[in-house]
């Protein structure tokens, strides 16, 4: 989703009111949390789903006002200086995502300076990348089957009522540890509400349990974790934002997948451009049904009493339509993008790289296997590839990443490898070659090989595997170290231990081995 936003005037904005927001300590000490915890506190909230969220926490201990008017197309929406205002006279402001809310960063120093709790919805969330291809993964048996670099994700997390309860439970502990006193309210608030949202989570694993028909056809990509959650495949027809527009090739691509797959309904938003899904569906001949992103309920929705559970029921019921209709063709296999991230590419390609390709300070990401911050990771691979659990995953990287080497230095002809107790052993190494496996995947790899002839040196013989094949700097790598020989490293395969920049924290380290 590709927004370009006025920043100058957003910035100007909050320059000016971050100004009218400074006018002495007494009207710092009314604002954000100087106020006292017994009175009630004023939150605003962006969109929708933030909105409800929120107030079903929130209970009778504040006021939850909902940012974006009714009806409003969350990924155009930019905040006027009106807006803004609202923002910084609240307690507390409540956002999903700067992957959705992207305007949220530049407003970073007016919420400081008007002393705004900011309560992140998808703290401590691993997000799927935004390429609308999550059948990718990361093998290191002679299959290495990343994708490149996404550097943009998928904010759309609470369409699965699953990972609704988790964005609930974040907003209950950031508001508990901002407000303490009110925290048992928060508690008992959150317990009530997340009890309906449990019931919501397995009326959706019923009603998918067993699908005649996994596939179904979305007007845009925002329903990706709700199909990852509950063993569904979305197919949508434009991208993450719905203001994106398919070719004329993605239509009739998705016009033969219809009749293909007997499919007989596709998917629209009321409050979003419906043009392309209306000629799709007349010219493939099915039915039009709604599926909600929730990014805008009407002000009619709202004052019928709408909400995000009875509006995700609606979503259920209508996804049925398509996963109750039996699909009796096979569907085929999505053929891998032969990248050279992939492992595809000629022996001519392949080019010597130095030592220099991998300089820097590297940490490893073991220990972020070992206190858990990878499980998020596991879990989604678990869900996109059914041939191993997430526990096996989990079990299969443990033994990947095992090493005691915590940190690695390197400079443009000198390794520092850092042990778990502290040692420390430095040593210069030459480049000495490079080898290209052949993987009976039919994807390849290439290993470059480093000596030292430093005696006191911790390891003699240095391969590095990045996925790339040529001079480059590494983003992160899998390194393979020993004494005895090359030869006898490259029969090594199981064993990978695998560093990032020691810049990165365990949570960004995670999102980035989602993200590609």
């Known amino acids: ?80 200086a009106k807006d803004m205002a609202k923002i910084q006279d609240a307690d507390v402001f409540v956002y999903n995502n700067e992957n959705m809310e992207m305007w949220v960063p530049s407003i970073e120093a007016t919420l400081n300076d008007g002393d705004v709790t900011v309560v992140k919805a998808t703290e401590g969330m691993v997000l799927l990348p935004g390429d609308d291809d999550h059948d990718h993964d990361h093998d290191h048996d002679h299959d290495h089957d990343d994708d490149g670099h996404s550097h943009e994700l998928d904010p759309h997390v609470w369409l699965a009522p699953s990972l609704a309860m988790k964005q609930v439970e974040a907003i209950r502990d ?123 309920l009407t002000q009619e929705q709202m004052d019928n009493g709408e909400d995000y559970i009875s509006i995700m029921e609606q979503n259920r019921d209508a996804l049925r339509k398509t996963t109750d209709v039996a699909n009796d063709k096979e569907m085929a296999e999505a053929e891998k993008e032969k990248t050279v991230y992939n492992g595809y590419f000629e022996d001519a390609d392949v080019q010597d790289r130095p030592l220099s390709d991998w300089a820097g300070d590297w940490q490893s990401v073991y220990p972020f296997l070992q206190d858990g911050t990878l499980d998020q990771v596991f879990d989604y691979k678990a869900k996109m590839d059914k041939k191993m659990t997430a526990d096996e995953y989990k079990e299969y990287y443990t033994t990947g990443y095992q090493t005691d080497v915590a940190q690695i ?90 560093y990032y920049p020691t810049g990165m924290s365990g949570l960004e380290i995670a999102q980035e081995m989602l993200s590609h």
Request: hydrophobic share 40%; aromatic share 12%.
């Open 174 to 296: 950031q508001l508990s540890e901002a407000y303490p006193a009110k925290a048992t309210a928060f508690a008992e608030n959150a317990a009530n509400y997340l009890a309906q949202l449990q019931d919501l989570h397995e009326s959706y694993e019923e009603a998918f349990s067993n699908p005649a028909q996994n596939h179904f056809v979305t007007q845009h990509a925002a329903f990706g974790y709700l199909a990852l959650e509950y063993g569904l495949t979305q197919v949508p027809i434009s991208g993450l934002s719905p203001s994106e527009e398919p070719s004329a090739s993605r239509i009739a691509e998705l016009k033969e997948f219809v009749q293909e797959t007997g499919i007989q309904t596709i998917y629209f938003e009321e409050n979003a451009k419906d043009s392309i899904a209306r000629t799709l569906a007349s010219e493939a001949g099915v039915e039009l049904a709604v599926l909600n992103p929730l990014e805008g």
């Open 1 to 80: 989703m590709k927004k370009f936003f006025k920043i100058t005037m957003l910035s100007t904005v909050a320059l000016a009111l971050a100004a009218c927001g400074q006018g002495g300590s007494d009207a710092t000490e009314q604002s954000g949390n100087a106020a006292s915890d017994n009175e009630q506190i004023q939150v605003m909230a962006t969109f929708y789903p933030m909105y409800d969220f929120t107030r079903q926490v929130v209970g009778d201990e504040g006021e939850v006002e909902l940012l974006m008017p009714a009806g409003t197309d969350s990924h155009d929406y930019e905040p006027s």
């Open 409 to 498: 230095k390197i400079t443009d002809n000198t390794m520092t490898f850092i042990f778990d107790d502290g040692t420390e052993k430095e040593a210069k190494y030459v480049y000495t070659g490079k080898e290209v496996l052949n993987y009976s995947a039919g994807n390849r790899g290439v290993r470059f090989f480093f000596e030292s002839t430093d005696e006191d040196a911790a390891f003699k013989y240095i391969q590095f595997s990045d996925h790339m094949i040529a001079p480059g700097a590494s983003h992160h790598f899998h390194i393979y170290f020993g004494n005895e020989s090359h030869e006898a490293l490259l029969e090594e395969m199981e064993h990978w231990p695998t």
